[in-house]
């Protein structure tokens, strides 16, 4: 495909992942921290959070059906999840993992399972944006393009 | 996947973070159950040019450190740490529990600890800044956090407890209203109730 194609891909969707509330400034400065001698780092932190998340899910899955409820885990879990969303600038998921702590502070289970679907959704949609636009990035640089930064 | 004939387009109006050298040969000991946080840690620091060892736990750190039960006291610190940063929340010994067992050891109570946490509890940050934490870094960490740690190898700095606290304290409110500030636009003003 045509660079300019790719690059103008690129751009849109970038711009998106940000109007969208998918992504924050918290990105913006792990893009700024990648340069030529460290090419790979956003995709490495993004692979870091995809597989840790998936570990936590799946545990907080496990937590929230069992008999009886630990909440102090459930929110011991959410505490960790919450932290690397931020770190990464995924910031639905964020916000996914403060409503889920608050029911988890009420010990509300019916809360926690509702919000726990919210924050997987948010998860595998921003999941599935980064992985479109890192494979986009990986593919203008195959081709000899550049990446510019967002404005 | 590794990329070849990396080139970036660099928006000249954008302001890029400083990468000149701070002091290269500064050890840094990084310390954060979270191997994601520790991996941005990592390079926010190497980018600020100091060397860094990172750890996933206070225990781990102890040993680094060389103050773990049962070690001589004449083996502290044979890594040459120069600073500690270190999250606050931890499974086992937090973040202030391993303030406290380095400021309770004569060799290692002068290397300057910074704590960070993802959570804004002002009584927290006093007690690590009163117990000797030399700076507070409200997670997520950002470039501008880590300019900051360069000023705590200062000589200039001055020594009387009292007037560090309240410095720093103010340093923590600024940084976490501006960081509160650009991500909504709308919130012109933050109070940090100490």
């Known amino acids: 495909m045509d660079v300019a194609k790719l690059q103008q891909q690129h751009l849109e969707l970038t711009q998106a992942l940000f109007k969208e509330g998918f992504l924050d400034e918290q990105f913006t400065q792990l893009q700024q921290l990648e340069d030529p001698s460290n090419p790979e780092f956003v995709a490495e932190v993004s692979t870091l959070f995809f597989d840790d998340s998936q570990r936590i899910l799946a545990e907080l899955t496990k937590s929230l059906d069992g008999d009886p409820v630990d909440f102090k885990k459930i929110d011991a879990y959410v505490h960790q999840f919450k932290g690397s969303s931020s770190s990464i600038g995924a910031h639905r998921v964020k916000v996914g993992c403060t409503v889920l702590r608050t029911c988890c502070e009420e010990e509300n289970r019916e809360g926690c399972w509702q919000a726990l679907q919210q924050v997987k959704q948010e998860f595998f949609l921003v999941k599935n944006r980064l992985e479109l636009l890192l494979q986009l990035e990986q593919q203008i640089l195959a081709e000899g393009g550049t990446i510019p930064f967002m404005e | ?194």
């Open chain 2, 1 to 194: 996947m590794a990329r070849t004939n990396i080139s970036r387009e660099i928006d000249a109006k954008k302001q890029l973070p400083s990468r000149a050298p701070v002091t290269p040969d500064i050890h840094v000991l990084a310390v954060d159950d979270s191997n994601i946080d520790r991996k941005v840690i990592e390079r926010l620091l190497k980018t600020s040019s100091y060397k860094v060892t990172s750890v996933d736990s206070a225990l781990r750190a102890l040993e680094i450190l060389g103050i773990e039960e049962g070690r001589s006291p004449s083996t502290a610190n044979s890594f040459q740490v120069n600073m500690i940063i270190t999250d606050y929340s931890m499974p086992d010994l937090t973040g202030y529990d391993l303030l406290k067992r380095i400021k309770e050891n004569a060799g290692l109570k002068d290397i300057p600890v910074v704590i960070m946490s993802s959570e804004n509890v002002p009584t927290r940050i006093k007690r690590c800044l009163e117990d000797g934490a030399k700076d507070f870094i409200i997670k997520p960490v950002q470039l501008e956090d880590v300019k900051r740690l360069s000023q705590h190898f200062s000589s200039t700095i001055k020594k009387s407890s009292g007037v560090v606290c309240s410095k720093r304290k103010q340093e923590i409110e600024d940084a976490q209203s501006r960081k509160i500030a650009s991500r909504c636009p709308h919130v012109h003003e933050l109070r940090v109730i100490a």
